[in-house]
């Protein structure tokens, strides 16, 4: 009777956070296409370096130095090649993603938690200034 229809209301519940994408899950949706979009760039510069390594390219010196440059500015993939494994830099990205989510999110509890600060320090100004209005006191 009533108690199979109690655990059907149950499996048909969406809790209000499950309603749709939250702003985290489409900051990690657009990461994700950039890092799509930067391996197909890699690809690219990874076969240009081919083709100009056996030979059926001549070799661009200024764009070779913009290539080792960009290399230059991912520490984390040249650990990989020297190491022969992308496993520790792998663990070191995701260690310093979380860190900066953590510091992310920091930021937003101070930046709230200013705001809350100023609001209150408005507040009790307007207030302490009414208190010593004279007006104040006739009504």
């Known amino acids: 009777g009533s108690g199979s229809n ?5 499996k048909d519940f969406q809790p209000t956070f499950a309603r749709g994408p939250s702003e985290l899950e489409m900051q990690l949706d657009s990461l994700q296409s950039s890092i799509r979009s930067m391996n197909v ?17 001549p070799p661009d010196n200024a764009l070779l130095r913009s290539i080792d440059g960009l290399l230059q500015q991912l520490p984390l993939v040249l650990a990989a090649l020297k190491e022969g494994s992308a496993a520790k830099p ?8 979380t860190d900066t989510m953590l510091l992310s999110y920091l930021a937003a509890v101070a930046k709230t938690a200013k705001s809350v600060h100023v609001y209150s320090e408005k507040f009790r100004g307007a207030f302490e200034s009414g208190k010593s209005d004279p007006r104040r006191t006739m009504f």
């Open 41 to 57: 760039r890699m690809a690219v510069l990874l076969e240009f370096l081919q083709t100009v390594e056996k030979g059926e390219l």
């Open 90 to 97: 792998l663990v070191e990205l995701e260690n310093d993603y």
């Open 6 to 10: 109690k655990r059907d209301d149950k």
